[in-house]
């Protein structure tokens, strides 16, 4: 963390709680982003956490791209499946109802399976597969984003870096989760990068002409432009599996898209994502008891397999985030974050936040 500010979570999430109230965003449901904004932060997840406050919600809905007031509206249903317009709200918001239509349909029918069109930005997927995971369920959620990365021998960014996120309950205290892009990395983390200072490794990011880009600030300018691409997991060649990142990344825009009628592709413009959410209910199919122990021997046969060469211990899905959640106690924030967070808080006049 360096010479950062740790900023103790409790007065982070009342900062963040007040600002979107500052907004316009309703009380509760300002406390509904501001968990899904600290959880990432508490995992260790910066690149989802308070780090995307103010470029991507507080300055939307400030130039009135996003609305402030969510409307979440289902405009088809089923026993297992229903299609939510979010019509341009807090995708945080829209996201966990749909999650919890999900779960609630899950637990009557053995499955649920929703698709939302006109959301925004939702945070880190794996909140909300993590709500599937503590009602001892399989959860699956993915999202469409604005165009950020180019297909397998392409130089135009066409699809968002669109995760594909799993969870599920193990026996290990811990669930399991995979939440993470289809892309090597995202454009989250190229602002963390920029904040820093620091470059961008090599192999991540290219131009127009294939070279690749290692300067933060231009990368995030020129993904604007269509100038720079990010590039799928497996990066360049078909030969180090960048076609199956790609392959991927197609799936969850499909699935974000055609199956409630929403924007695909350039037509994205991160004021009208679609999401889909998938709730299984492990009872349907097997005690959730024989479910996790299976899990967690699974998870521990990785663990106990033999290492590389250097290397202290392998770890599983989920873990590190579990780790880090024991350890921190509050939030690293750099000078360049510390700077936009008190302009938010100047902005809107918010007291009691002199630490920044």
């Given at each position: 963390?360096?010479?950062?500010?740790?900023?103790?979570?409790?007065?982070?999430?009342?900062?963040?709680?007040?600002?979107?109230?500052?907004?316009?965003?309703?009380?509760?449901?300002?406390?509904?982003?501001?968990?899904?904004?600290?959880?990432?932060?508490?995992?260790?997840?910066?690149?989802?956490?308070?780090?995307?406050?103010?470029?991507?919600?507080?300055?939307?809905?400030?130039?009135?791209?996003?609305?402030?007031?969510?409307?979440?509206?289902?405009?088809?249903?089923?026993?297992?499946?229903?299609?939510?317009?979010?019509?341009?709200?807090?995708?945080?918001?829209?996201?966990?109802?749909?999650?919890?239509?999900?779960?609630?349909?899950?637990?009557?029918?053995?499955?649920?399976?929703?698709?939302?069109?006109?959301?925004?930005?939702?945070?880190?997927?794996?909140?909300?597969?993590?709500?599937?995971?503590?009602?001892?369920?399989?959860?699956?959620?993915?999202?469409?984003?604005?165009?950020?990365?180019?297909?397998?021998?392409?130089?135009?960014?066409?699809?968002?870096?669109?995760?594909?996120?799993?969870?599920?309950?193990?026996?290990?205290?811990?669930?399991?989760?995979?939440?993470?892009?289809?892309?090597?990395?995202?454009?989250?983390?190229?602002?963390?990068?920029?904040?820093?200072?620091?470059?961008?490794?090599?192999?991540?990011?290219?131009?127009?002409?294939?070279?690749?880009?290692?300067?933060?600030?231009?990368?995030?300018?020129?993904?604007?432009?269509?100038?720079?691409?990010?590039?799928?997991?497996?990066?360049l060649s078909e030969e180090t599996g960048g076609h199956k990142g790609y392959g991927y990344s197609t799936v969850v825009e499909v699935l974000s898209s055609a199956l409630q009628g929403g924007a695909f592709?350039?037509?994205?413009?991160?004021?009208?994502?679609?999401?889909?959410?998938?709730?299984?209910?492990?009872?349907?199919?097997?005690?959730?008891?024989?479910?996790?122990?299976?899990?967690?021997?699974?998870?521990?046969?990785?663990?106990?397999?033999?290492?590389?060469?250097?290397?202290?211990?392998?770890?599983?899905?989920?873990?590190?985030?579990?780790?880090?959640?024991?350890?921190?106690?509050?939030?690293?924030?750099?000078?360049?974050?510390?700077?936009?967070?008190?302009?938010?808080?100047?902005?809107?006049?918010?007291?009691?936040?002199?630490?920044?």
């Amino acid at each position: 963390m360096g010479d950062a500010l740790v900023l103790d979570f409790e007065t982070l999430e009342r900062f963040i709680v007040d600002a979107f109230t500052g907004l316009g965003v309703r009380e509760e449901d300002a406390r509904i982003c501001a968990e899904v904004l600290v959880a990432a932060d508490r995992m260790g997840i910066d690149s989802h956490g308070v780090n995307r406050l103010k470029p991507t919600y507080y300055d939307r809905i400030r130039a009135g791209f996003q609305s402030p007031v969510t409307r979440f509206e289902v405009v088809r249903e089923g026993p297992t499946t229903a299609v939510v317009d979010g019509h341009h709200g807090m995708g945080h918001v829209i996201a966990r109802r749909a999650m919890g239509l999900c779960i609630d349909k899950a637990r009557e029918y053995g499955m649920g399976l929703v698709a939302v069109r006109n959301s925004t930005h939702y945070g880190i997927a794996g909140y909300y597969a993590l709500m599937a995971a503590e009602a001892d369920m399989v959860g699956i959620t993915g999202t469409n984003a604005r165009p950020s990365v180019a297909p397998t021998f392409g130089v135009e960014n066409m699809l968002g870096t669109n995760p594909l996120t799993v969870a599920f309950p193990t026996d290990e205290g811990f669930p399991f989760l995979l939440d993470c892009a289809t892309s090597i990395t995202q454009r989250g983390k190229i602002e963390v990068k920029a904040r820093k200072g620091e470059p961008v490794p090599e192999g991540l990011v290219i131009d127009h002409d294939g070279e690749y880009m290692t300067d933060p600030d231009e990368i995030l300018l020129k993904l604007l432009s269509g100038e720079a691409s990010l590039l799928p997991l497996g990066g360049l060649s078909e030969e180090t599996g960048g076609h199956k990142g790609y392959g991927y990344s197609t799936v969850v825009e499909v699935l974000s898209s055609a199956l409630q009628g929403g924007a695909f592709l350039t037509a994205v413009t991160g004021v009208n994502v679609g999401h889909f959410f998938m709730a299984v209910d492990i009872a349907a199919f097997t005690e959730p008891k024989d479910f996790r122990r299976t899990a967690g021997e699974i998870m521990r046969a990785l663990r106990a397999s033999k290492r590389l060469p250097g290397r202290v211990r392998i770890y599983t899905p989920g873990e590190k985030e579990h780790l880090t959640r024991l350890e921190r106690e509050g939030a690293p924030i750099n000078e360049s974050l510390r700077r936009e967070l008190a302009q938010i808080r100047d902005e809107l006049g918010l007291e009691g936040y002199d630490i920044l």
